[in-house]
């Protein structure tokens, strides 16, 4: 066992591949378009080519098994042998393709956010009889790969504790039973592995432990020190460098403190004054990785204060070692080949690969190394910062009460009982996409280009009408992402061209950088609904990105407070609100599928965070008349947490995943409706279709979810919905899968209407 670690090292790093080969090769292998053996080849080649840049940027400690066919935490519950018994088959990467996408007649595990990112993990499932194994195949393949290449690396893993809190119980369990009742049964596995890495000649292992910045119970805290105390005396093991990010580690501290553990990794950037208070002295005897280079933005590392926080450190703790405040995963790769950025922005910036840079040349200068610098920032442009009004100001005026709307959007739209709708999206065909990027690269006409859109649209709303929704999408063939089309339409945005981030499995986004005071100089959706109302007699919704999302899902300024950002995109979202109502669209959708995501780890500054992101929600949809039916969106983040504030919102109906989580979200809407939370008094559409799986429900299983439903939510306000938008789908799933959700709610319409509702 060694207790020298490098002068610096990275938390993780991207593995979707810098042109998302990763994505490519997953998809065409899903498809039978690639075997296993070439699938394997890419993910070998991605692995190798990250270690060597790492090792040729100069970076000390490399990390190994950070990377992930799907997600590092179902990575984690393979390595445990935590894989449900309804999941296990001879082939292996089907059982685990099972688990994130599902399979045929067999749904796929929950998936959720992880903490208050847009990555999306897979839920193990634990229960009282879960059978734990080791199966360390993948973190020593890794490190044995690394070394073919003349390099040593230390594995990174998700800490015992974090897996446990992050999972749920599996059903059947008995009432008040938690996964981390078994704590005791993973650490055991926890050091077979750790044994084995040490026979294997490993030095240092990452155990990542993100959870202890969230508030944490006295038990839940004695569990930390009991697994780190047990793995910390095991005779044979590597050292242990316990990560934490995210967030301030707070009465976590202490506790980790008095465990055996070598190493802990801080989170400089969120809590920079940790860095320069006198709790980090309790960690003296032990390294402290300082996360002084912020892994989720892409701004360039004030070098001062960054240089500054680490001697603070060093002074208190003594051994200090120049790292990123998390894992890499959440930013592009390289911003030298944005090329079109305008060079003054392109200069203030740091993708992954220069943060490696900053990281390194940090250490240097801690170690005094001759010749060594980190250019400084450039000095900031003057920019006229629009001040966002108080809140209060904001929600002044507004709409009716929601009784009076409901009446007056009844008479207008004329909809069924339980109405059939979608949330946005349909299908993005290759041939839209390869169009869009021809369009980009002036390889196309803007005329050809819009022809293409207008006959996808028409045959988009045929479709619907054939399958007989009630509310119909245009099914957006114009829009790139839903974040950032509306970015490249509003002044204060900039966009990449490679700027990818891994989202979950093969999904990717290209989150705007938003720089500047945001402006929307013309109207955005409103030509395109306006055509797609065209088409039909049936009521077309807009559709547009929610303040909060917009500013969560880019890169943003750090000059402004975020509530002042957030208002600033919701006057945009407003303005966009109204020539849509003036346009004629009788059903605007605002959605707020990050809402959730932003709210802060800490019960400390949730209330504030929830006040002001409702406001700003419903500012963005105040300038709509009464007769104007407006609906939001949530998905994969644990809406059932925030259903007070979700209600608050004031939408006149809400669409929310429910069919991946199996009806999670009815159990907190039985309770607002008891009056536990506030009283959910309007339109709900829980999802029956899980998107992000290629599964096609069958109509029964459709039936079986709106019925479930019906026991919390009111006939006449049961909406029936797919989980999310259609975009990742292929036209025949989703076209199969419509006419089963439209046969369910017929059938379920017609025993409601006909008084034989049981």
């Known amino acids: 066992m060694t207790s020298s670690f490098p002068g610096s090292t990275v938390l993780g790093y991207p593995r979707i591949g810098p042109d998302r080969e990763l994505k490519r090769a997953l998809e065409a292998y899903w498809e039978g378009r690639l075997d296993r053996a070439a699938l394997e080849r890419t993910a070998r080649r991605l692995r190798e080519d990250t270690w060597r840049r790492l090792a040729e940027l100069g970076l000390g400690g490399l990390p190994s098994n950070t990377f992930s066919y799907y997600d590092h935490v179902l990575d984690t519950a393979v390595l445990l042998g935590a894989v449900p018994d309804r999941y296990r088959n001879d082939d292996d990467l089907a059982a685990y393709f099972a688990m994130a996408r599902g399979a045929d007649g067999l749904p796929p595990l929950r998936m959720t956010k992880w903490f208050d990112t847009n990555y999306h993990y897979i839920v193990p499932e634990i229960g009282p009889d879960t059978v734990f194994s080791l199966d360390a195949a993948k973190p020593l393949s890794e490190v044995r790969e690394a070394r ?22 599996a059903p059947g369990s008995p009432d008040g039973f938690a996964p981390l009742d078994r704590l005791d049964d993973v650490v055991e596995v926890y050091g077979r592995l750790l044994g084995a890495l040490a026979a294997e000649g490993v030095g240092w292992v990452q155990l990542d432990e993100p959870a202890l910045v969230a508030d944490r119970t006295p038990a839940e805290l004695a569990a930390v020190e009991a697994a780190y105390g047990r793995l910390g005396g095991l005779a044979e093991r590597p050292a242990l460098l316990v990560a934490t990010y995210f967030g301030s580690l707070g009465e976590a501290l202490p506790v980790l403190a008095r465990t055996p553990v070598e190493a802990v990794a801080l989170d400089l950037a969120v809590d920079p004054a940790l860095g320069t208070a006198g709790d980090v002295g309790l960690l003296a005897g032990k390294t402290v990785v300082a996360g002084v280079v912020p892994g989720r933005d892409v701004w360039r590392t004030d070098r001062d204060r960054a240089l500054a926080t680490l001697h603070a450190v060093r002074e208190q703790a003594g051994r200090v070692v120049a790292g990123t405040s998390c894992s890499l995963l959440h930013v592009p790769y390289d911003v030298e080949r944005e090329t079109d950025l305008d060079p003054a922005l392109r200069g203030r910036l740091a993708f992954a690969e220069q943060k490696v840079a900053e990281v390194v040349a940090l250490a240097a200068l801690l170690a005094d190394v001759p010749g060594t610098d980190v250019p400084r920032l450039p000095a900031p442009q003057a920019q006229a910062q629009a001040q966002a009004p108080a809140s209060g100001a904001r929600a002044t005026g507004g709409r009716a009460p929601y009784a009076v709307r409901a009446a007056a959007q009844a008479e207008r739209l004329k909809l069924p009982l339980f109405p059939v709708t979608t949330i946005g999206s349909f299908p993005q065909t290759g041939e839209l996409r390869r169009a869009r990027a021809a369009l980009a690269d002036g390889e196309m006409g803007e005329a050809a280009y819009e022809s293409m859109v207008r006959a996808e649209i028409e045959h988009v709303i045929a479709v619907q009408e054939r399958l007989g929704l009630d509310v119909l999408v245009h099914g957006e063939p114009e829009r790139n992402d839903m974040v950032q089309y509306f970015a490249e339409h509003l002044d204060g945005f900039a966009v990449t061209r490679h700027g990818w981030v891994q989202s979950y499995g093969s999904r990717c986004t290209r989150p705007p950088i938003l720089h500047g005071d945001v402006r929307r100089p013309e109207p955005i959706t409103v030509r395109w609904a306006r055509y797609a109302q065209s088409l039909t007699s049936r009521p077309v919704k807009g559709m547009l990105t929610g303040p909060v999302t917009i500013v969560a899902w880019s890169f943003v300024r750090d000059d402004l407070p975020l509530r002042d950002v957030v208002f600033q995109v919701a006057d945009a979202v407003r303005e966009e609100v109204r020539d849509l109502e003036e346009a004629g669209i009788g059903v605007i959708q605002v959605d707020e599928p990050a809402l959730r995501e932003l709210l802060p780890l800490r019960r400390a500054g949730q209330a504030a965070y929830l006040e002001w992101s409702v406001v700003a929600y419903r500012w963005a949809t105040s300038g709509a008349g009464d007769h104007t039916q407006i609906h939001t969106h949530l998905c994969y983040s644990d809406a059932d947490q925030i259903l007070a504030a979700i209600d608050a919102l004031d939408a006149d109906v809400t669409s929310v995943e429910s069919a991946r989580s199996r009806g999670r ?39 079986r979810l709106l019925e479930e439903a019906l026991r919390v939510v009111p006939a006449d306000r049961l909406w029936v919905n797919p989980d999310c938008g259609l975009k990742t789908r292929s036209h025949e799933q989703v076209e199969a899968a419509l006419a089963n959700v439209t046969e369910a709610a017929a059938r379920l319409r017609e025993r409601h209407t006909s008084g034989t509702a049981s």
């Not at 504790?161 to 999972?167: N, R």
């Not at 309007?682 to 459709?702: C, F, K, M, N, T």
């Open 665 to 703: 979200v009815l159990a907190g809407v039985a309770g607002v409706a008891d009056g536990k939370g506030g009283g959910f008094g309007r339109g709900l559409g829980p999802g029956v279709y899980d998107i992000h799986s290629p599964r096609v429900p069958g109509a029964d299983e459709v039936e």
């Open 148 to 169: 073919a290449l003349g390099l040593e690396t230390r594995p990174v893993l998700v800490g015992p504790v974090t897996f446990l809190l992050l999972s749920q119980a």
